[in-house]
């Protein structure tokens, strides 16, 4: 890894920042307005290669991997019009395919995914399990050739406008009577697969449903990867699921970082800009400093995780979620707070970050969880739970 982009990743910043611009923020604005999706955004970027640069080119994909993936999030969101289900669709569920679906599931699955024109959700969290994802219930149980998924699922994103969700089930080992993650795809139409949404407090195109899996018999091929090694296909999918989560914070962060420098250079109220007081340009410079390392944080991860190094990938990409969160939700806060009341005018949009960019200090995995896994597996302390 080195600290220095190479060419290649410049052009990609460029390329990328270039087609954010001409959307913004104004576009993701009136799509929420008007109660619509990101369509035109997500359409370009895929014929553009971005959305499946992670993926393989034998299936569509540009051959590259989280490193470019992340830097096309980040991107977008830094001109203001970031995509969630990045997080998922190429991220999550395309590496979990590409990793360990067969060949006919990578047939069937990639190319779409790569060129944006299917879409998957992923669905982990229950209502009962919450952040314990050692306690999920949606089982799978075999009947003949198929399996019969039921339980329940909550905040999963993008599942109305996704041609199906990965789900993470559990099944019954024969021999030892214990339930085992399993990783299932299913279809949008699948009968007894149904979607509620959830009214959220947030300003996003992407909405989050409650699913209900009742009686939802699928063929034996929408298992993916191994009965026997769901838990390991699953962390595979999570340590993207997390790099990703902390490019979307990042480009939010600097998105408001530079609708509030822009702000402080020309706002005069005395006789200099209010850029000129130390106490409006100390918190922002920090900021700025914050995500920054954030973004250091998330290549380590992401060049970590491309180089085929699960273990370590896995503490780095927390390390980075974490980080990038708590930058997000300072950067913002502080963005805020510079344009005075401008701040929570609807004209400037910046105050529906307040909302959003808490997002990642919550999902996928919460701070508090994060700060455990470092206590627990990093410095080895006991666990209280
Ligand atoms: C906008 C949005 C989109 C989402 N999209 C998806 C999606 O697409 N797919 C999906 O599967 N899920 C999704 N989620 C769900 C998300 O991953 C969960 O909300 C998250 O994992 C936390 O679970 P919970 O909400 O049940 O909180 P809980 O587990 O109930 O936690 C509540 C609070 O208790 C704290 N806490 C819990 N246990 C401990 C502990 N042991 N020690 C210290 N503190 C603890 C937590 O940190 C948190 O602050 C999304 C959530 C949001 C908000």
Redesign the pocket.
Known sequence: MSFVETREHQDLRAAVAALGSRYGREYVTAAVRDGKHTDELWAEAGKLGYLGVNLPEAYGGGGRGMVELAVVLEELGAAGCPL?LM??SPAICGTVIARFGTEEQKRHWLPGIAAGTTKM???????E?????HRITTTARRSGGDWVLNGR???????DVADATLI?GRTEDLRTGKLKPCLFIVDRDAPGFTRTPIP?E?A?P?K?FELVLDDVRLPSDALVGDEDAGLLQLFAGLNPERIMTAAFAIGMGRYALGRAVDYARTRTVWREPIGAHQAVAHPLAQSHIEVELARLMMLKAAHLYDSGDDMGAGEAANMAKYAAAEAAVRAVDQAVHTLGGNGLASEYGLAQLLTAS??AR????????I??YVSHHTLGLPK??
């Open positions: 969630l997080v998922v959700a992923f669905g982990i969290t229950e209502p399990a919450g952040s314990n994802s699922k909550v905040f999963i994103s993008g599942v993470v959220m947030l996003a992407e989050q808490r997002v919550i999902a996928p995995v919460s701070r508090e969880m700060l455990n209280s739970y």
